[in-house]
């Protein structure tokens, strides 16, 4: 006699099914983006079918927002989505490495369950050599913090590796230089708010630039002021349009054009008397949220007074930010509103438009980063490549240690768990030489990327490793290994994070042997 235990509908697979499902769906998120790994990586086009135009196309090789753009039906699949959201969070980059090596784990893994390894013995071996991979890591790291030119080359170093697998790789340097001022400028702050990114089409990337202060994407009004020194500035949320009566189907009737003319008089002395209050402030300019009609715009000019209207939310509120004011919406109590400040404001022209400079702000660590291309897919992927680099260096600044790159780190990580694994008795030693095997799979990635003859370089930077050459990697331009000291920089901070977060998603992974899915909801008529 059988027992139904689910609702009709419901599916549950278990222990090997169960396992192979995951372990599946896990590897082929990372076949997905491993492609797009290391600078020779190529880059996805995500096209929306909903979205028209523009909109709904992408074109990156950034692995967290290729992973989120994508719908996953696999739960395992899933998981790798979140730590490549986690890891872009955390630290900036490493979003590909992360679930590319956590795939690689849990390919190994598979190999290991073929041959009846209990899965909890498994994650015991990988626990280990995550251990000394770690250990390892930690051991190889170096900070430069103390010597202050060293300290810059090497976030220069750590810029140019970022920005190499990017679509900005042809002008890393300059590209480098621009984040490394950006960081350096927030004193030690990881804050990314108040360094701005404008994105204007037209020229070519190598035109984009750094400019100190803030940029406001938008205009003055007419016959007002276009440049203010020492401004006074009032950042506000409060509509400037003709005050009409605000109630929903309130109607008014009047007998003839003069109760007309009353009533237009006494709307524009109503415009008149706030006008005034915000004047009386002392300001010398006025940012408004929503817009400002022909009559406030008038009497602003009159005033002396320099007015910005539909200045977007995200922008009035970096603008209070950096100026170091508050957002105001009612002007009853003067004594209640905190005004921003900075040295100067002028009109500025970038590209054929017209915009806004705040300059010498009083939050000093304020800046723009303006970004030139010839299209909007362009800009969009140089932004997040840009943004990725300041985010990893505003993390090295807090977590100054550094090591080295081009699959020196992973495979000076495998060599650690591979001997450690020879200390080890029994099964778990099994599991660590799979883990170290996973590990040497990066530097294979990346070479097999580049079109390069994988299997020889790694057995090449295998035999150097073990001969003590300790700082040797691949050098995918030349296609052969090289000494990588000074070269090919990354963050130890990505580095931890990207082996921690990739060992845990498959331990997580393979502790399951049982998936249960729910019964469609039924849609009724």
């Not at 495979?411 to 450690?420: G, Q, R, Y």
């Not at 030489?433 to 994988?454: C, H, K, V, Y």
């Amino acid at each position: 006699m059988s027992t139904q235990l689910f609702n009709e509908g419901a599916t549950q697979e278990r222990a090997e099914n169960a396992r192979l499902s995951n372990i599946i769906g896990a590897i082929a998120v990372g076949d997905l983006v491993k492609s797009t790994l290391g600078p020779k990586g190529m880059d996805k086009i995500l096209q929306s079918s909903s979205a028209r135009g523009d909109d709904g196309l992408i074109v990156t090789n950034d692995g967290a927002t290729i992973l989120k753009s994508i719908p996953l039906d696999n739960a395992a699949a899933k998981v790798l989505v979140n730590i490549s959201k986690v890891q872009d969070d955390e630290v900036g980059d490493g979003t590909t490495s992360v679930c590319v090596l956590a795939a690689e784990i849990l390919r190994q893994a598979e190999q290991l369950l073929d041959q009846r390894i209990h899965p909890q013995t498994i994650i015991d071996g990988f626990r280990l050599a995550t251990a000394s991979a770690r250990a390892a890591l930690e051991e190889s790291a170096i900070s430069h913090k103390d010597d202050e030119k060293l300290w810059r080359e090497d976030l220069l170093s750590i810029a140019r590796t970022t920005l190499s697998s990017k679509v900005l790789a042809s002008d890393k340097d300059k590209f480098a230089e621009i984040c490394v001022d950006a960081v350096l400028r927030l004193k030690g702050s990881t804050n990314l708010d108040r360094i701005q990114i404008i994105k204007k089409t037209g020229g070519k990337v190598a035109d984009s630039f750094l400019s100190d202060g803030f940029i406001l994407n938008k205009k003055i009004g007419v016959n007002q002021p276009r440049s203010v020194k020492g401004a006074r500035i009032l950042v506000a949320n409060t509509p400037m349009d003709t005050d009409k009566v605000k109630v929903f189907g309130a109607k008014i009737k009047v007998s003839d054009t003069a109760q007309l003319a009353e009533l237009e008089r006494a709307e524009r002395e109503k415009m008149r008397a706030k006008v005034q209050k915000i004047a009386a402030l002392g300001i010398n300019v006025f940012v408004n949220r929503q817009l400002i009609y022909n009559w406030p715009e008038q009497l602003f000019a009159d005033a002396g007074i320099m007015a910005i209207e539909h200045a977007d939310f995200d922008g009035i509120e970096r603008l209070a930010l950096v100026t170091g004011g508050e957002i105001a919406s009612s002007f009853d109590s003067p004594e209640l509103i905190k005004l921003g400040t900075c040295e100067g404001v002028e009109e500025v022209i970038i590209g054929e438009d017209r915009m806004v400079k705040f300059g010498g702000v009083s939050a000093g660590e304020a800046c723009t980063i303006v970004l030139r291309g010839g299209t909007n897919q362009m800009l969009d992927e140089a932004e997040r490549s840009i943004h990725d680099a300041i985010a990893v260096l505003s993390q090295t600044v807090v977590e100054p240690r550094i090591v080295y790159g081009g699959g020196c780190s992973e495979m000076l990580m495998s060599k650690a768990a591979d001997e450690a694994s020879k200390l080890v008795a029994g099964k778990k030693s099994i599991a660590m030489e799979a883990f170290a095997r996973a590990l040497r799979q990066m530097p294979t990635i990346l070479a097999d990327n580049a079109g390069l003859d994988s299997s020889d370089l790694v057995a090449k930077l295998r035999a150097a490793h073990y001969d003590g050459k300790s700082t040797f990697g691949l050098d995918l331009i030349q296609g052969d290994i090289v000494d990588v000291a000074g070269k090919v920089t990354e963050s130890f901070k990505l580095k931890r994070q990207v082996l921690l977060s990739a060992s845990e998603a498959a331990e997580m992974i393979l502790r399951v042997d049982d998936i249960i899915r729910c019964a469609p909801r039924q849609r009724r008529n």
